[in-house]
């Protein structure tokens, strides 16, 4: 359900981190950190790289609130897409045998359910879980994997021992039926 | 890497959000994006919708020393917060006599600077009230920056507002008993523009009422009240 409320509060802590606002920051950290924290936690699977991350999506949101544009995308999204790629950048700058994964998500303390869960605008996810529900399984499957593993297609390829063609298939077509499906 | 076929564009940038570009072409693709608005468009526009994906992922609560190393970093601590290990050691015994003389002339002027911060009288700074007004769908639009007590509105768009041109926007304060609105003045559709309050009303008046800019006709209401729909609103809050 969409909390109006949450993805107010989020949108206008960012806009005030562009006035340079420490207060307006620090809640917005602590509002978000958590979500971001896990998102990064996936993709890395290691507790210390996942915290450089955090660190250094922080500091790029600090410095680039004003790059925010709230009539494009929304704060959550904007602050997902910054950390996802610094994830993603990191990982794959690591050699193979450095990446592994060290079960934090089994041991690390979650934080409290409540507000965070909606920090999303909620009509977009259902409409987007909606979108997914009606592909193939295997292309479900595989986008699901890309996004919150940052698998690459040949990573994929490996992980569900099938050809990389099959793979990039999946993906493709998945990603079209998606784009019907939401009007994009 | 070309990109000219719009299906393909449109099919890397979605690739590019999910994180299947790797490699050489994700680094390619991204400089691109510094130079081709349009494609940044078709990232916002899958972003929004597969970054939503996050959404149903469990939070998981960081430690407290990586937000102590963020405002660290970012000059954000305040100096009570500093520990003692911060400050540099002073080796007062190991200095030769003459060192210890210049020591003692910075110290010196260390404690005159603290005296004369502490003990002359100085001007409180003003206190700025800063409102974000937002439209119907929660977006941020406008950020309002004012010194209450100096009467000076500056009035910012997060992004310029369109508009036809026989239409203008105009900014109202909404007084907190619930009385008529008051008009401000005219905005810009971009950019900043800076107002000057009535200076009849209160201080205390200004701080509780309410901001909203309402669309007018060109030269703004005729009527001296909203005529056209209100399409942003906000409260004023102290910095």
């Keep these: 359900m969409l ?47 996942a915290e450089e991350i955090l660190q250094e999506g922080f500091i ?84 699901n994997m890309a996004y919150f593993q940052g ?18 298939s999946w993906i493709r077509r998945g990603l079209q039926k998606l784009k019907g499906c939401l009007s994009l | ?53 996050a959404a149903g992922i469990t939070p998981v609560t960081p430690p407290t020393h990586v937000f102590t190393a963020i405002k660290k970093r970012l000059n954000l601590t305040a100096p009570t917060d500093r520990t003692e290990a911060e400050t540099p050691a002073s080796g007062w015994g190991k200095l030769a006599f003459w060192r210890s003389a210049t020591a003692l002339a910075v110290a010196a002027s260390f404690v005159l600077a603290l005296y004369v911060s502490v003990y002359l009288p100085k001007p409180e700074p003003a206190p700025v009230y800063v ?18 007590e100096a009467r000076e509105l500056s009035i910012e768009t997060v992004s310029p507002q369109y508009i036809t041109a026989d239409k203008a926007f105009e900014l109202w304060l909404l007084p907190a008993n619930k009385t008529a609105p008051i008009s401000v003045g005219l905005v810009q559709n971009q950019g900043v523009t800076t107002l000057t309050l009535p200076s009849e009303l209160s201080v205390e008046f200004i701080k509780t009422a309410g901001l909203a800019i309402s669309l007018e006709p060109t030269g703004g209401s005729p009527t001296g009240l909203p005529t056209g729909p209100v399409l942003y609103q906000g409260k004023l809050q102290l910095l």
Aim: aromatic share 6%.
């Design chain 1, 3 to 49: 909390n109006a409320e949450s993805t107010e509060s989020i949108n206008n802590l960012l806009v005030r981190c562009v006035l340079k606002d420490a207060t307006a920051f620090e809640s917005l950290y602590k509002l978000t950190s958590p979500k971001l924290f896990s998102i990064s936690l996936r993709i890395v699977k290691k507790q210390e790289w």
């Design chain 1, 60 to 143: 790029n949101i600090w410095n680039n609130a004003d790059q925010f544009r709230g009539d494009k995308a929304s704060a959550m999204t904007w602050m997902t897409r910054i950390m996802r790629n610094k994830a993603i950048d990191h990982i794959r700058k690591k050699p193979q045998n450095e990446i592994q994964d060290e079960g934090v998500l089994d041991t690390v303390v979650s934080g409290t359910s409540g507000p965070l869960d909606h920090l999303f605008d909620a009509d977009t996810t259902d409409a987007l879980q909606k979108c997914l529900d009606e592909l193939d399984n295997s292309q479900k499957n595989a986008i």
């Design chain 1, 151 to 168: 698998l690459t297609h040949q990573e994929l390829s490996e992980s569900l021992d099938t050809p990389m063609g099959t793979i990039k």
């Design chain 2, 1 to 53: 890497m070309k990109l000219e076929n719009p299906q393909v564009r449109d099919l890397i940038a979605a690739e590019y959000v999910l994180g299947t570009l790797a490699g050489g072409a994700r680094r390619r693709f991204e400089k691109m994006l510094w130079n081709d608005a349009n494609l940044r468009l078709l990232v916002e526009k899958w972003s929004n919708k597969i970054d939503t994906l």
């Design chain 2, 131 to 148: 409102a974000v007004l937002n439209n119907e769908a929660a977006q941020s639009s406008w950020i309002i920056k004012t010194n209450v």
